[in-house]
């Protein structure tokens, strides 16, 4: 990916959760990430429901922030699972010839062409790709964290689309809660859901899912939980009983870099975070 990127926040963190994207933005800072807000951008049609009813407008919808990107010479940095794994499956499908020239099709109707030159990757990624120029910007280890680690379900599946080869007992958040300082105290064999995509049908069950994996988390020691998704940020922030506090995978990093709790918005979680 190049360091000139666009940056894709999705719906979620810039109405419900601008802190988060406050912390991202202080990492790429520190990294000298060169980087800018997706122009005119929508949502991205979320990869389940929506898509499930309007795959053609999900494919159009996508394809044309996809071709903003392009035309501009830029990727596209996402900071939600779900709207990572939206345009990268998109962008597979895309692949395409025919697909993309029905899409194309309906493009040029605003003057639009996309052509298959974006790449499409996760905060999760960038960082992991340049963990060196992390360690060197460590400035604070965050030793005192004893982390879950929860990657959620759409960066790690289907991993022909992601490209995690090992979607079994994943590696892709290890190495950077090291590299930060903290330690891992439990990861997961087979990456679960929070229980938050089921909430709207039965809150119950959701409660539960989120219940079990609470219970893991506590078991195995840890103090916090680490997520690379705002969907589960949300779902481990808002609904949980036993009070261990979530952290978004940029507000981890930001503090090994220096940024006071303050200035990254820490003080908005529900759930308390000691740092």
């Known amino acids: 990916m190049s360091d000139n990127v666009y940056l894709f926040r999705g719906c979620l963190i810039p109405t419900r959760l601008p802190f988060?994207?406050?912390?991202?933005?202080?990492?790429?800072?520190?990294l000298g990430i060169n980087h800018e807000l997706l122009p005119n951008a929508t949502c991205c049609i979320e990869p389940i429901g929506l898509r499930s009813l309007a795959l053609d407008t999900w494919l159009v919808v996508a394809a044309r922030m996809l071709s903003i990107a392009e035309r501009d010479g830029r990727d596209i940095l996402t900071l939600?699972?779900?709207?990572?794994?939206?345009?990268?499956?998109?962008?597979q499908i895309l692949r395409s010839k025919g697909e993309r020239d029905k899409v194309n099709s309906i493009l040029d109707e605003i003057g639009m062409e996309y052509k298959g030159k974006v790449d499409v990757q996760h905060l999760y990624g960038l960082l992991k790709g340049i963990g060196r120029e992390i360690e060197s910007c460590v400035v604070?280890?965050?030793?005192?964290?004893k982390v879950a680690i929860h990657p959620g379900c759409h960066i790690v599946r289907p991993s022909e689309v992601t490209g995690i080869g090992r979607?079994?007992?994943?590696?892709?958040?290890?190495d950077i809660v090291?590299?930060?300082?903290?330690k891992v105290a439990w990861t997961q064999d087979w990456p679960r859901c929070c229980g938050g995509g089921i909430s709207g049908t039965s809150n119950d069950l959701s409660v539960k899912v989120l219940e079990d994996a609470l219970c893991e988390f506590k078991e195995a020691g840890a103090n916090s939980i680490l997520t690379p998704c705002?969907?589960?940020?949300?779902?481990?922030?808002?609904?949980?009983?036993?009070?261990?506090?979530?952290?978004?995978?940029?507000?981890?990093?930001?503090?090994?870099?220096?940024?006071?709790?303050?200035s990254i918005g820490l003080k908005y979680h529900r759930t308390k975070v000691v740092v």
């Open 20 to 30: 988060l994207e406050r912390s991202s933005l202080f990492v790429l800072d520190k």
């Open 80 to 91: 939600c699972n779900g709207c990572y794994i939206s345009l990268k499956e998109a962008r």
């Open 140 to 145: 604070s280890p965050q030793d005192a964290f």
């Open 167 to 174: 979607h079994f007992s994943p590696n892709v958040l290890s």
């Open 178 to 182: 090291s590299l930060a300082g903290a």
């Open 230 to 262: 705002p969907f589960c940020f949300l779902q481990f922030d808002l609904k949980q009983k036993d009070g261990i506090p979530v952290l978004y995978l940029s507000e981890l990093v930001a503090l090994a870099f220096g940024a006071s709790p303050e």
